[in-house]
């Protein structure tokens, strides 16, 4: 998808919220180059990824799922039927999840691990009316510190932040048909619209930042690496969020939930061809 440019009907419907993607897409590039440029320090130089580090990553993010899957299984029977039906599906594509982020292990990665911001979504940026500046540096709160501070492709916080737009996009709609007490059947009709808004926001950061990035050396040479680490890290996140969802806000099930099934679908890709 970031191979179309959006017609002037899109444009038109998507108002200034293209150029903002585009500008956070820019702005995300430059931070991730700054922090590889530190060249001359232990702890912020670039590390290549190894065979080693990525059985690691997939042994990590295997285990990780399938305890997820687990949990998401033993709850079926207490979600409302709505979520129940995309909750089994989930569940049921547990081989092919997994089957997902072995490909990490299948090719060689010619990119660079660098340090991260590490925790990245829409609430680390603040926008000012004319820019946006990226605040928390810190990682996610919950892993330990030795755990923050290892290296990663950049293309984490990329997928962080792609989640985040899917977030928002469907967290307002499900706020705004709570709070007015829209029917079902008219919310339905909603989510093509949250998908546009989410699918084009999505396309024009991801756009924008590889344009920034184009020749780093922290980023894949080819379109079929860059496809692969970017979908793998966007799986881990969904999962992260089904995880959270399902202890914190059972409620907002939906969104992980449907995040992982459009994974799941090869049309849905960013970075199809």
């Not at 997994?98 to 660098?114: D, P, V, Y």
């Not at 969020?241 to 939930?257: F, H, K, T, V």
């Amino acid at each position: 998808m970031i191979d179309q440019e959006p017609t002037e009907a899109i444009r038109t419907l998507m108002g200034r919220y293209l150029f903002l993607a585009e500008l956070l897409g820019k702005r995300t590039a430059e931070m991730h180059l700054a922090l590889a440029s530190a060249v001359n320090t232990p702890s912020f130089t670039a590390e290549p990824f190894t065979p080693f580090y990525q059985r690691g990553l997939f042994q990590s993010m295997r285990n990780h799922g399938l305890r997820v899957l687990k949990l998401l299984d033993r709850k079926l029977p207490s979600l409302s039927p709505s979520i129940r039906t995309e909750a089994e599906k989930v569940v049921g594509f547990q081989a092919e999840i997994i089957k997902r982020f072995r490909r990490i292990t299948e090719r060689n990665i010619t990119a660079l691990r660098i340090r991260c911001h590490g925790d990245y979504h829409l609430g680390q940026v603040l926008y000012t009316g004319k820019d946006f500046f990226i605040i928390d540096f810190e990682g996610e709160p919950m892993r330990a510190i030795s755990e923050r501070q290892i290296k990663r492709s950049p293309l984490r916080d990329v997928a962080g932040m792609i989640r985040s737009f899917h977030y928002a996009s469907l967290t307002g709609l499900l706020q705004e048909t709570a709070g007015i007490g829209v029917r079902q059947q008219h919310a339905e009709a909603f989510k093509p619209w949250a998908r546009l808004w989410y699918q084009w926001t999505s396309a024009e950061f991801l756009k924008a930042y590889l344009k920034q990035v184009d020749g780093a050396p922290f980023l894949p040479q080819g379109r079929g690496e860059l496809r692969c680490l970017l979908e793998t890290y966007l799986m881990e996140k969904a999962l992260y969020e089904l995880d959270y969802e399902m202890n914190s806000r059972p409620d907002w099930l939906a969104i992980p939930l449907q995040g992982i099934l459009e994974l799941l679908n090869p049309t849905e890709s960013l970075t199809k061809n």
